[in-house]
């Protein structure tokens, strides 16, 4: 059973930056999209920000500018480099591979177990 480890979260003041990271717990082939998502206390989860394996990427409004997603894989890992932070980015942050295989068709999506992010004011 495949396992994604993050780390990086923590509690940033307001303006500041956090790289949260994200990290297969053994190789796998065939991932075609990683992501983060985040969600706030009596909010539903939502999308912060996607890159596929050809390097496509897709942001939430919310973040663009401010947050790049990006991705080793050799390393089977994802990045999030958080910057500009704001009161309202505190959630807490899961990482999503989606794998996709043929003969027959199966998707496979994997979730992080989340790492906090709080800003502070």
């Known amino acids: 059973q495949v396992q994604l480890v993050e780390s990086g979260g923590g509690l940033v003041q307001a303006g500041g930056s956090l790289r949260l990271s994200c990290a297969a717990s053994?190789?796998?082939?065939?991932?075609?999209?990683m992501g983060w998502y985040r969600q706030a206390p009596g909010k539903q989860r939502e999308l912060v920000a996607e890159i596929t394996s050809g390097g496509g990427t897709n942001y939430a409004d919310s973040v663009k500018d401010r947050f790049t997603i990006s991705r080793d894989n050799a390393k089977n890992t994802v990045y999030l480099q958080m910057n500009s932070l704001k009161l309202e980015d505190t959630a807490v942050y899961y990482c999503?591979?989606?794998?996709?295989?043929?003969?027959?068709?199966?998707?496979?999506?994997?979730w992080g177990q989340g790492t906090q992010v709080t800003v502070s004011s």
């Open positions: 999503k591979f989606l794998r996709t295989l043929l003969g027959p068709l199966r998707v496979e999506n994997y």
């Open positions: 053994r190789s796998i082939s065939s991932i075609n999209a």
